[in-house]
C-alpha cells in the first residue's frame, strides 16, 4: 500500500518570484514570515528541515523574556543590562522586551495553550518547543505564505549593491530552485558547529556564509564559549535539571571547590568546576537536591530532559550519571550577523537578518542569550525585520531579475579540481579545533593561533576542491559554513585580548575595561577583525 | 539516535518522513518509512509524537545507534513514551496547557 505523495517533487531549474523570501524555520523564520505576510507582502519561507520541527526552538522547551509593560520594565531591563558584560544596549532591549511581549499576547489572541496561574490568569513566558513551533507553522500557512520545506537555500542572488533572491536545492531529489524576491531575511539560526546538540544538525551557519558572500559583516563571534551540561553521548543540552545536580568522580567521590564545599547548581556556580573537572576525567551527576514537589515539576515541564534517563532505565534523582558539557556555538553564543538598523537590515541593501543568525549582542551583551533572551530575540526580530524586509520590497516593485547573479563560491563554484578533499575529515577537523573544552572554554593565542593556521589549510582545501554537484552541494556548503564560522570566531578571539562574558582567555584572565567594545569580523579568503568603537555612553546615559 | 520503525505499528502515513527536520527518512515500495541517512539524525524525538501510531523509537545515544531492536522496546514500554509525557497522542498535540514550568523558572538562568 504505497500512499499518496503529499508534496510534488521539484523538478530541476524551477523558478519563483516573491516580494519576501524568509531563508530558515524556526521561530525568526516565522515571526519574519508573518509580519511580513501581515504587512501585505507575498512570502515564501525556504526551511533546510521541516517548518515545525526544525531548529533549535522545537525540540526544546524555552522561557522567554517576557516583561510586562509599565513602570517594572525600565527597571528589569536595567537589571538585566548589569549582566551583559558591557555590550548591550539598552534602547534594543526596551524595545525587543516591547515587541516580544506584544507577540506573545498575539499568541494569547490566537489560542495558543499557555498553561494558567493559580489565580486563572495566562503565564506566558514559557513555549514548549514542538507545540509552538507547529502552531506557528499553522499560522504561517492560514497567512498564505508559501511554505518550502527540505529546501535549503545554498546561495544569495544579487547584483552590485543589492541582494535579490536565493537560490537551492530540493532534498528529496538533489534538484535547483531559485526565488527572485524584493527583500530576503537570513533566519537560518546559529552555528552549533556539528555538536550533536538538541536541535542542532541543521545548525550550520549558513546564513553567515550567505551574508559574508554578499557582503555583511559579522559581530561578537568570539562569544562562543557556551556549553550546556548534558547527560553523556546525548543530544540533550538542557541546563535547568542541573540546578539540583550535585557532581562526583567516577570513584563516587563528590566534586569539592577550593573550599571544599560540594559542587552543585551546574547551570550557576558550578558549571566551571564541572568544566576544570572535565579536563581530567569522566564526571559524573545525581539531580540530589531536587526535592519531590521540584522532581514532579521537572518530569511533567521538561520531559524531553528525561528520555535520555527513561531510555536508559536509570533514575536521575537517585543514580549517579555521567555527563559531557556540550558545545552550544552561536546557538547559546551571541555572534552572528551585525544588525546595523532598527528593522534588522544588514547594512546589505534588501538583506535582512533575525534570531540566531543575528548577534544578539544588543540585547544580551557578551553573555549567553539562552534561557530567555534569545527566544525573545527571535520574536522581535523576526518581526522587525518582516516588516523591514516588506517595506523594502514595496519600494523596489520595478524589479530587474535579469541582472541577478548568485554570489555563492566555496563549496559550490569556483576553478578548484581536487577530488581528494573528503567533506568528512574537514568537518571534523574544524568540530576539533572548536568543540573541546580547552579550545573555547578557555582559550589562549598559541592555541588559538594554530587552530588558526588549520583552519585556513580547510578552507584552502574546500576553496582547491572541485565545486560538488546534486544533493552533495548541501553537505558542501554546510562544511563551508562552519569553517568560516570557525575562522570568524578564532579571528575575533584573538583580538578580544581580555576575558568577557563567555569568551575567557586563560592568558589574560581579567576584564579590560578599555575592550569594552565589540569586534566586528568580516571577509572570506582574507578574514579581517576590527574593534567598533561603541558609542554606548549615549547608552548608559538615556 | 532514530533505530526502530515497527512495521505492524505503521500505517504507511509518510508523516515521519515529511516531518523528520533532518530527512531521514525514505520509503520503501510499500510505503514503509526506511532509515536512510541515520547519521544524520539529531536524537530529537520528533518523530515519534508525530508519528499516529507510536511506530518509531529513537534510542538516547546521539552518535551512533545502541542496536536495540522492537521486542525490547515493547517489552519496557518505551513506544510512544515521550508523546505520552508531553500529553501529545495519536500523532495530535496536546499538554502544552499542563505544562507547570513556571514553578521551576525562576532558578533558570
Ligand atoms: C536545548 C536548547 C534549549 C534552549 N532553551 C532556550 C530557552 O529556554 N530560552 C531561550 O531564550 N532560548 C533558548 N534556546 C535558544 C533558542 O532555541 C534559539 O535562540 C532559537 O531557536 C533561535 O531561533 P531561530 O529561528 O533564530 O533559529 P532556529 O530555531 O535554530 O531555526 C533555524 C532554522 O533555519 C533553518 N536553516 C538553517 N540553514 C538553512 C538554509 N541554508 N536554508 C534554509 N533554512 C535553513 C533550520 O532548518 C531551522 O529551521 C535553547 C536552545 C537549545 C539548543
Ligand atoms: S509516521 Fe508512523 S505510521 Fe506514519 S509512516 Fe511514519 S512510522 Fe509509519
Ligand atoms: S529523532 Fe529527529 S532527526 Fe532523528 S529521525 Fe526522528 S525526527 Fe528525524
Redesign the pocket.
Known amino acids: 500500500m504505497a500512499s499518496r505523495r503529499k508534496e510534488q517533487p521539484t523538478e530541476d531549474g524551477r523558478h519563483m518570484e516573491t516580494d519576501v523570501l524568509v531563508?530558515?524555520?524556526?521561530?525568526?523564520?516565522a515571526w519574519a514570515a508573518l509580519s511580513a505576510a501581515e504587512a501585505g507582502a507575498r512570502v515564501i519561507l525556504?526551511?533546510?528541515?521541516y517548518?515545525g520541527t526544525?531548529?533549535?526552538?522545537a525540540p526544546?522547551?524555552?522561557?522567554?523574556w517576557c516583561v510586562p509593560p509599565g513602570e517594572g520594565r525600565a527597571a528589569s531591563v536595567e537589571q538585566r543590562f548589569k549582566r551583559t558584560a558591557g555590550l548591550a544596549d539598552r534602547r534594543w532591549m526596551l524595545r525587543a522586551a516591547d515587541r516580544a511581549y506584544e507577540n506573545l499576547q498575539k499568541l494569547v489572541d490566537w489560542g495558543y495553550p499557555f498553561p494558567s496561574e493559580e489565580d486563572g490568569s495566562l503565564y506566558i513566558a514559557n513555549l514548549r518547543g514542538p507545540d509552538y513551533m507547529r502552531f506557528m507553522r499553522q499560522r504561517v500557512q492560514k497567512a498564505g505564505v508559501t511554505i518550502l520545506d527540505h529546501h535549503?537555500?545554498l546561495e544569495l542572488l544579487g547584483d552590485e549593491n543589492h541582494v535579490g533572491g536565493a537560490a537551492?536545492l530540493s532534498r528529496r531529489n538533489g534538484a535547483s530552485f531559485s526565488v527572485a524576491a524584493g527583500a530576503v531575511v537570513l533566519?537560518?539560526?546559529?552555528c552549533a558547529f556539528f555538536e550533536r546538540?538538541?536541535?542542532?544538525t541543521?545548525?550550520?551557519g549558513?546564513?553567515y556564509l550567505l551574508a559574508a558572500e554578499a557582503g555583511a559583516s559579522l559581530s561578537g563571534m568570539e562569544f562562543t564559549g557556551k556549553y550546556t551540561l548534558a547527560p553523556h553521548g546525548s543530544s540533550l543540552?538542557?541546563g535547568l535539571p542541573f540546578r539540583w545536580a550535585t557532581f562526583y568522580r567516577e570513584s563516587g567521590e563528590v566534586l569539592r571547590d577550593d573550599r571544599g564545599e560540594p559542587v552543585t547548581n551546574g547551570i550557576g556556580g558550578g558549571e566551571r568546576q564541572v568544566a576544570e573537572a572535565l579536563l581530567s576525567g569522566p564526571v559524573y551527576a545525581r539531580l540530589d537536591l531536587a526535592e519531590p514537589a521540584i522532581q514532579d515539576w521537572l518530569r511533567r515541564g521538561q520531559p524531553n530532559c528525561f528520555q535520555p534517563y527513561d531510555r536508559m532505565g536509570i533514575n536521575p534523582f537517585e543514580q549517579l550519571f555521567r555527563v559531557d558539557l556540550k558545545y552550544?556555538g552561536t546557538?547559546?553564543g551571541t555572534g552572528g550577523i551585525r544588525i546595523v538598523s532598527s528593522d534588522c537590515g544588514t547594512g546589505i541593501a534588501g538583506l535582512y537578518a533575525?534570531?540566531?543568525?543575528a548577534s544578539r549582542e544588543n540585547v544580551t551583551g557578551g553573555v549567553s542569550?539562552?534561557?530567555?533572551?534569545?527566544?525573545?530575540w527571535?520574536i522581535a526580530s523576526g518581526w522587525w525585520s518582516g516588516h523591514g524586509a516588506a517595506h523594502h520590497a514595496r519600494s523596489r516593485k520595478h524589479r530587474d531579475f535579469a541582472r541577478l547573479r548568485p554570489l555563492g563560491a566555496t563549496g559550490l563554484r569556483g576553478a578548484g579540481q581536487r577530488e581528494d578533499v573528503e567533506l568528512a575529515v574537514a568537518a571534523r577537523t574544524v568540530h576539533d579545533e572548536i568543540v573541546p573544552l580547552d579550545r573555547s572554554y578557555w582559550r589562549k593565542a598559541n592555541v588559538l593561533e594554530a587552530s588558526r593556521r588549520i583552519l585556513e589549510d580547510v578552507w584552502a582545501g574546500l576553496n582547491q576542491a572541485k565545486p560538488s554537484v546534486g544533493i552533495e552541494r548541501l553537505r558542501a556548503r554546510e562544511v563551508a559554513s562552519v569553517t568560516a564560522s570557525a575562522r570568524w570566531t578564532v579571528a575575533a578571539a584573538l583580538l578580544r585580548t581580555e576575558s568577557r562574558g563567555v569568551h575567557r582567555r586563560s592568558d589574560f584572565p581579567r576584564e579590560d575595561e578599555r575592550q569594552a567594545s565589540r569586534i566586528i569580523v568580516s571577509g572570506l579568503d582574507r578574514v579581517s577583525a576590527l574593534r567598533e568603537d561603541l558609542a554606548l555612553e549615549t547608552a548608559r546615559e538615556g | 539516535m532514530i533505530e526502530v520503525i515497527s512495521s505492524d505499528r505503521c500505517i504507511r502515513c509518510d508523516i515521519c518522513e515529511r516531518v523528520c527536520?533532518a530527512f531521514v527518512f525514505d520509503r520503501d515500495e510499500t510505503g514503509l518509512p526506511v532509515i536512510a541517512r541515520q547519521d544524520d539524525c539529531q536524537t530529537c524525538f520528533l518523530c515519534e509524537i508525530y508519528c499516529p501510531t507510536d511506530a518509531l523509537y529513537v534510542a538516547e545515544a546521539a552518535h551512533g545507534p545502541i542496536g536495540i531492536a522492537e521486542a525490547e522496546v515493547v517489552e519496557r514500554d518505551l513506544f510512544g513514551a515521550y508523546a505520552r509525557s508531553l500529553g501529545w497522542s495519536r500523532g495530535r498535540a496536546g499538554g502544552a496547557q499542563n505544562d507547570p514550568t513556571r514553578h521551576i523558572r525562576v532558578a533558570q538562568v
Not at chain 1, 525556504?46 to 528541515?49: F, L, P, Q
Not at chain 1, 526544525?54 to 526552538?57: N, P
Not at chain 1, 533575525?354 to 543568525?357: E, K, R, W
Open positions: 531563508v530558515g524555520g524556526g521561530p525568526a523564520a525556504a526551511d533546510k528541515g517548518h526544525s531548529g533549535a526552538t526544546s522547551n524555552t522561557g522567554t535549503p537555500i537551492g533566519a537560518t539560526g546559529g546538540i538538541l536541535g542542532g541543521g545548525l550550520t549558513d546564513g543540552n538542557k552550544e546557538v547559546r533575525a534570531g540566531d543568525a542569550g539562552g534561557g530567555a533572551i534569545n527566544a525573545s527571535a | 527536520p
